[in-house]
């Protein structure tokens, strides 16, 4: 059964393509829905290693990670809350965000083909 909800469902022609989602839940921190591959940032180092256009998966959205705002187009944190500095320079930038999505640093990886829906507080990870 196609799902109606899903930015991906759209591209791809019922029955052409087997896609397996996996929903994680978090917090509705930026509103916007973004989809493509996912960078993981696992410490400050590789903040440097960003490139622009990049969807961003960290623990926390830390103060360093305000820098690079402007470069990315989708984030998602394990912990934090929708009122942290961070959070509030990304709804600035008009930034898709989800934050508090337990276990995401441990379920997904670098280049994993994710979606974020920042209003519902949703991250579809495509295998």
């Not at 180092?45 to 623990?59: F, M, P, R, T, W």
Request: net charge negative.
């Amino acid at each position: 059964m196609k799902d109606e909800n899903t930015a991906l469902d759209t591209r791809y022609d019922e029955g052409a393509l087997q896609m397996d989602i996996e929903r994680l839940s978090g917090f509705a921190a930026s509103e916007g829905v973004v989809d493509g591959p996912c960078t993981v940032i696992k410490n400050h180092s590789d903040l440097h290693n960003l490139k622009e256009g990049a969807i961003v998966v960290c623990e926390a959205a830390t103060p360093e990670l305000i820098t690079f705002m402007p470069f990315i187009k989708g984030l998602v944190t394990e912990k934090g809350g929708a009122f942290t500095t961070a959070i509030w320079h990304a709804r600035r930038y008009g930034i898709p965000t989800v934050t508090g999505v337990a276990g995401i640093m441990e379920t997904i990886k670098d280049g994993d083909i994710i979606c974020i829906y920042g209003s519902k507080g949703v991250v579809e990870i495509v295998r």
